[in-house]
């Protein structure tokens, strides 16, 4: 009706040119953060290949923790004068992001956490850098939480002092659960 | 041994702002970064609109469009150096996800503007004073109480101090409008105070002050829940209650032991099996432990009968709701609260007309005169969303101001209407990530009043903005509460801008802390594994036992 009205169809273009790009911009949102919750993209995970990022250890698929080389030096507590006759031999991941991951046991402490440096590095919001570690002691493994914000569970039980773990019995930190195995 | 390299900050969306100084000497993470990026996409989307907008309108652009831009930016431009001043380590979204929001409702209220003096040459009325331009100094004016915030609040434990005070403060403000000579009635409810010519609506800041209080009040009643937790854990594995019993609550009343238990010994009696237990636990702290539960009930039902608010105080009832859930970790808390809200609901819509109208419209919309009568409001908005379609009539293109108050309550509809049910869905995304970056910065508060704080502000947008569209679209009964940052209203712009603040101080100082604890454990990575656990007691337990009790 009005002769200044612009082309029937530039309008329609600049509708659907508006609509996109506003979802553009959720899109963009989301994307900043998608790094939160879905670990790094591809692209960031190599770029970060000399310098870990610290997010995770890989960023999607069947996670593979890096697991750290048994240390010489130290001295292994000997299965013969344990007090528990069937040392545990594994730690098995059981639920979480990392299920099926088995870390063999050296007799070397197993930290776990959010930090890079972790011997289990894991990639959730309820761990802390520093979560948890799993501490050899006469033959026997305890657990104990490093002062983590939302806590280690040790078969509902909330871990506050260090507890021995008895083989098979659920260590829970996050979504991710642990249990030794023979 | 070498030291493992240091850990480095992922850039989430560019590095084009990589070299920007970050104070303190502590290498914050490029937050500020996205932040910008962000930033800078929210005014490109503003400006789009306006752009759009002028099109349909005029048939051509003008240098105009290019002012507001440039206005848009000088204004978030200083609140994002504000946040570089004062928040460094913040979340980098929730800070653009309102400045995209706040920019979208600008160019709606801005359109809407535009009909109505369209409306009112054709007529030969005189043009109605602009709401856009009224919007944009109160859009000012919470930027600078953005600012404030950020600059005042520098610790968010210190609001703990305040709890009561707060609560206080609250409720006084909630029922300030109650008042005759102050309060006024404005549009059918009594939410309004006016001091000369301003009216302002003092719920929006209780909305805040009562965040800060329930944060605070339950953050105790957490405390009493989880001891209940650890008690009851511990009794399943020991068989003995009143030995294990330790920690915060040692003082209970004398009696107060639930059925089937036991009396235990003298001092320490176990009540903690029940829910009455806690109850009574929370009882046996003093007045001061259920009088602001039972203030806070009364309160909500006052708001709801005397200044007929109820979006306010379904808004209040839902956060109570909430942090309660949160602090307490029962879902039955919730079951109970919401039967108690469906009775009081209930016993409203039988006691009171203005209820019974509210349902009326909603439930009857099409019947009857109600269409061109009591519903017009929202079946013009139902009729603006169909219009609106999948993609929207294109902005300018359709006629939202057939809607009344079609700039606070129904600028929803408006947008419906020219964006579509894409454009609506894109805004209610908006909506979304804000509330799900809230509840992250819950998520990783390492103090339960932190915790607590952020649930319920995060809450409070996630619910409003539930009341308010679900009113529109005619999923629940219309309320009166405004779209936070999008409508037009000035208490609200303002108090929403605080909420963000405040979410992002909560934020800055979590990560912060995880940065700092970051530099300083990465000096000596070995030390935390390699040193000797030291056990301060053994406890025998029996061979057959599962051995997982704590050694004390």
New interface residues.
């Given amino acids: 009706m ?1 002769p ?3 082309n029937e169809l ?3 273009l ?6 996109t ?6 899109l ?6 998608r ?2 919750v879905l670990g ?1 993209t591809r692209r ?1 995970a190599r770029r ?1 290949a000399g ?5 995770g250890p890989t960023p999607r698929g069947p996670a593979r923790p890096r697991v750290a080389q048994p240390r010489a030096g ?1 001295q292994v507590p000997s299965a013969l004068n344990a007090p528990n006759a069937y040392p545990p031999s594994k730690l098995v991941v059981t639920k979480g992001p990392l299920a099926g991951t088995v870390i063999p046991l050296t007799g ?2 197993i ?1 776990i956490g959010r ?3 972790s ?1 289990l590095v894991l990639d959730d ?2 761990a802390s ?2 979560h948890a ?1 799993l ?1 050899p ?1 006469d033959g026997r493994w ?1 657990v ?1 939480d ?1 002062n983590s ?1 939302n806590g280690t569970f ?13 083989l098979g ?1 659920p260590v829970r930190i996050g979504k991710t659960v642990l249990e030794f195995r023979r | 041994m070498t030291l ?7 850039a ?2 560019t590095s084009a702002f990589a070299r920007v100084p970050s104070p303190q000497g502590v290498e914050l993470p490029p937050y500020r970064r ?1 932040e910008l ?2 930033l800078v ?2 005014g ?2 503003t400006t ?2 306006l752009s ?1 907008l002028t ?2 309108h ?3 652009l003008t240098y105009h469009i290019a002012t507001y831009a440039l206005g848009f930016y000088v204004l978030w431009g200083f609140v994002h150096l504000a946040m570089r001043r004062f928040a460094p380590a913040a979340d ?2 929730l800070m ?2 309102c400045a ?1 929001l706040n920019g979208l409702g600008l160019v709606m209220i801005y359109r809407l503007d535009l009909a109505r003096s369209d409306a009112a040459k054709q007529a030969g009325r005189a043009i109605p004073p602009s709401a856009a331009h009224t919007q944009i100094v109160w859009t000012a004016l919470s930027v600078i109480v953005f600012a404030l915030v950020l600059a005042l609040v520098r610790n968010h434990s210190t609001l703990a101090r305040y709890t009561f005070t707060a609560g206080l403060a609250g409720l006084v403000f909630l029922c300030l409008p109650a008042l005759p000579g102050i309060g006024a009635t404005i549009n059918g409810a009594r939410l309004w105070l006016r001091v000369g010519p301003f009216s302002f609506q003092p719920s929006e800041i209780s909305k805040i002050l009562l965040a800060i209080f329930f944060a605070g009040y339950l953050r105790t009643f957490g405390a009493l829940m989880s001891a209940h937790v ?1 008690t009851k ?2 009794r399943r ?1 020991t068989g003995n209650a009143a030995a294990a019993l330790t920690g915060a609550i040692r003082r209970l009343r004398p009696g107060a032991h639930g059925p089937g238990e036991p009396a235990a010994p003298a001092d320490v009696t176990d009540s903690s099996g029940t829910y009455t237990g806690v109850i009574s636990r929370v009882w046996s702290k003093g007045p001061r432990f259920y009088v602001p539960a039972i203030l806070t009930w009364v309160a909500g039902l006052g708001v709801l009968v005397i200044e007929r608010d109820l979006g306010s105080s379904l808004l209040f009832f839902g956060m109570f709701l909430v942090v309660l859930y949160v602090a307490s970790e029962r879902a039955r808390f919730v079951v109970v609260g919401l039967g108690l809200f469906i009775a009081a609901a209930l016993a409203a819509y039988h006691l009171f007309s203005h209820v019974q109208v509210r349902v009326d419209i909603w439930l009857h919309a099409f019947d009857g005169t109600n269409p061109s009568n009591k519903s017009y409001q929202l079946v013009q908005g139902l009729y603006g969303f169909a219009a609106g379609g999948i ?5 300018g ?1 359709g006629h939202p101001n057939k809607v009344p108050f079609a700039n606070t309550d129904f600028i929803m509809a408006s947008l419906g209407e020219e ?2 049910l ?2 609506v869905m ?2 209610l ?2 909506y979304l ?1 804000i509330v ?2 809230g509840m ?1 910065v819950a ?2 508060a ?1 103090d339960p009043f932190g915790k607590l704080l952020a649930t319920a502000l995060a809450a409070t947008l996630g619910i409003q903005v539930f009341v308010q569209v679900g009113g529109v679209m005619r999923l629940i009964p219309l309320t009166g509460v405004t779209l936070p940052f999008v409508s037009y209203g000035g208490s609200s712009l303002v108090a929403n801008a605080a909420i963000i603040a405040l979410l992002l101080r909560i934020s800055d100082t979590v990560r912060r802390r ?1 940065a700092e ?2 530099e300083v ?1 990465e000096v000596e ?1 070995d030390q ?3 040193v000797q ?1 030291e ?2 007691r053994r406890v025998e337990v029996p061979e057959t036992q ?7």
């Fill in positions: 009005d200044t009205q612009p530039v309008l329609l600049v509708k659907i040119g508006y609509l790009l506003l979802w553009a911009f959720v963009l949102a989301v994307r900043a953060v790094a939160d790094p960031q970060g310098a870990p990022v610290g997010r130290i070397e402490p930290t930090a890079p440096d011997t919001d309820f850098g520093r570690r501490v002691h305890f104990e490093l914000t040790l078969e509902h039980t909330k871990v506050t002092t260090p507890m021995p773990v008895s019995a | 493992p390299p240091r850990r480095q900050w992922s989430n969306l996205s990026v962000l996409a929210a490109i989307l789009a609109a759009a099109l349909a005029d048939g051509h980098p979204l653009p996800l995209a650890v854990a511990r594995s993609t929207g009539t294109g902005l293109r964006l579509g894409t454009g894109a805004i995304m908006m990530l799900v970056r992250r998520l990783t390492p995880q604890a970051q454990l990575p935390v594994a390699n656990t056990i301060v599962e051995t997982h009790e704590p050694a004390e």
